[in-house]
C-alpha cells in the first residue's frame, strides 16, 4: 500500500484487504453496534466509517496531520510489533459532498454503487483498492473523511472463469444473498 499527500488529498493506493480491517472494524452500512461487554453503543445507527491499517513507514503522515492512531496486537517480547490504524469516516448524510465508492466489475467497467448498497463492503474481500481522503481538523484529534474509493473485490477462480456469461445474465458474484421477504419460505 503506498500513502502520499496531494495538496489537501491524502491518498492510498493499492490497499487490500489486510490494510482495510475487517469484522467490527469495517462499518459501511451503519448499523448500530454495541460493546458485547457493557453494553455501551460504540457505533450510533448511520455513521459510516471503516479503519485502515498504517504501515510503519508511513505513520508520521497521519501523525502530521494530526490524526488518532490506535494500535492493537502485537507481541513486544517476539519482536512483534502492534498494527496501527485510524477511522476513515463516510460521511453521507450530512456532507456537501459526499463520497464516491465505484467497484470494479466483472467485465472490468466501474460501476458506482448507490448509497444503500455501501454495506456490501463490510463482507466483501478487498483484492485492491485506491482511495482519495481529506482530514478534517474542527476538533482535536483531526477526523479523516472518505471522498472517493475505488474498489476490486477478489473473484474466486469459477466466477472468473464465467464472468462474461455471468455479466450477460446481469448477475454479481460479489453482491451479498439477501432476502428483502422476511416472510418467504425456503424451498428446502
Known sequence: MKVSMSGRDLIIEGATNQDILGGSFRNFAGIERKD?????????????????????????????????????????????????FTKINVNTDSSNRP???????????????????????DGMFVENCDMVMNFYHKYDPASIYL????VKPHMDPISAKYSALMDDAGIDPNAPDVCHDDDAEMPF
Not at 504501515?55 to 492512531?69: H, L, R, S, T, W
Not at 465505484?102 to 463492503?121: A, C, D, H, R, S
Open 36 to 84: 458485547p461487554h457493557t453494553g455501551r453503543i460504540v457505533n450510533s445507527k448511520g455513521k459510516r466509517s471503516f479503519n485502515l491499517r498504517i504501515p510503519d513507514e508511513y505513520v508520521d503522515i497521519f501523525k502530521q496531520n494530526g490524526a488518532n492512531i490506535k494500535e492493537f496486537g502485537g507481541n513486544p517480547d517476539e519482536g512483534e510489533p502492534p498494527i496501527r
Open 147 to 150: 471522498n472517493l474509493m475505488i
Open 99 to 121: 463520497p464516491k465508492i465505484q467497484i470494479i466489475k466483472n467485465n472490468n467497467k466501474l460501476e458506482e454503487l448507490p448509497v444503500t448498497m455501501y454495506g456490501q463492503l
